[in-house]
């Protein structure tokens, strides 16, 4: 994995190092010497989106820690890695968020299985499925804008509703873990739609903890800034084609922003924090006796949510578009 040295730690610093190292290290430790095999699970937890990521990364490392982990994917292949790579702690579960179908199947399925497992139910639920469709708002078919939220949100508050039921077994209450962004509290150009669905996901989270928290079931919400997974690299052709089939006039009134946003998720890329990051933060909701409400993941992400509440839109609005004009203007200079 990148980022990580040959004794499998991250080399990166200040408490997110050490946070990610003994993520990992904890894995590794577990898997070598095979505790997580000797002992029957006592938990069991639901990852949606479970394919690649964040969430597949979620699945593996709370099976190295002795969880039994369902895992929500959409491919079979991505369901055989997971099954190998899990060692029996892993059980992918074809899953996808807007079939309401899939989702009535999986709750039955895991509800068996736990009975048959003398398990008292569901320990966790990680809301991780997401899309993104990103491109300017004036060019988003609103079909696709539809599905930004079937997906990011109305996929999400499904999967909540058909899985409490199991949430409620345990004494105290499972736990509910939604995987938002730092996008769910400033809307970048370009990122309109992804940015919507993220600022619904913080007020899904925000209602539901205080709904159910009378039942001892506690809500997180991931705040992740930018992280080393694949889910941007698939964003940028989608939006060039978008814009590219609205029409010439605004292909051309749009295409200096398309430049500076592809510099933008190429340099972003390249810095990006580790996804053990946001594992362990998932890690700490679903397992700490003292749960976060928020969990702000990644390099200055904390510091930066703490500027936004503080500044004006005004002040806001300008350094944003400061920082636009000049990854327009390096786009340009790249380009000429």
């Not at 003292?290 to 500027?307: D, N, Q, T, W």
Request: proline letters at 6%.
């Amino acid at each position: 994995m990148a980022g990580i040295d040959r004794g499998g730690c991250i080399p990166y610093r200040g408490r997110d190092a050490e946070a990610a190292r003994r993520t990992v290290c904890r894995r590794a430790w577990s898997v070598r010497s095979g505790v997580h095999l000797m002992n029957p699970p006592s938990r069991a937890v639901l990852i949606t989106g479970a394919s690649s990521g964040i969430g597949r990364a979620c699945a593996l490392d709370l099976a190295g820690d002795g969880w039994l982990v369902y895992a929500g994917v959409r491919r079979e292949e991505a369901a055989a890695e997971l099954r190998s790579a899990g060692e029996g702690r892993i059980v992918p579960l074809m899953l996808d968020v807007t079939d309401a179908g899939q989702i009535a199947a999986a709750a039955e399925m895991i509800a068996r299985q736990v009975d048959a497992r003398n398990l008292p139910g569901l320990h966790g639920l990680v809301n991780n499925a997401g899309i993104v469709v990103a491109g300017p708002i004036e060019c988003i078919p609103i079909q696709r804008l539809r599905e930004q939220f079937e997906v990011n949100v109305v996929g999400q508050v499904a999967v909540t509703q058909a899985m409490l039921s199991l949430l409620r077994r345990p004494r105290p209450g499972g736990r509910v873990v939604n995987v938002g962004s730092i996008s769910g509290r400033v809307a970048s150009p370009l990122l309109g739609p992804y940015a919507m669905s993220k600022h619904a996901m913080e007020a899904f989270s925000d209602s539901l903890r205080r709904e159910l928290a009378a039942e001892d079931i506690h809500v997180a919400l991931i705040q992740a800034g930018p992280l080393a997974t694949p889910i941007w690299d698939r964003s940028m052709p989608e939006t060039e084609a978008l814009v590219e089939q609205a029409g010439e006039s605004l292909r051309q009134r749009y295409a200096p922003l398309l430049s500076a946003m592809r510099g933008y998720i190429e340099r972003t890329a390249a810095g990006a924090d580790p996804v053990e990051l946001a594992v362990n933060a998932v890690g700490h909701a679903l397992s700490s006796p003292r749960p976060r409400r928020r969990y702000p993941v990644g390099r200055g992400i904390a510091r930066r949510l703490c500027l936004l509440r503080l500044l004006p839109d005004a002040a806001a609005d300008w350094m944003i578009q400061r920082r636009l004009r000049r990854a327009m203007d390096s786009a340009g200079r790249a380009g000429g």
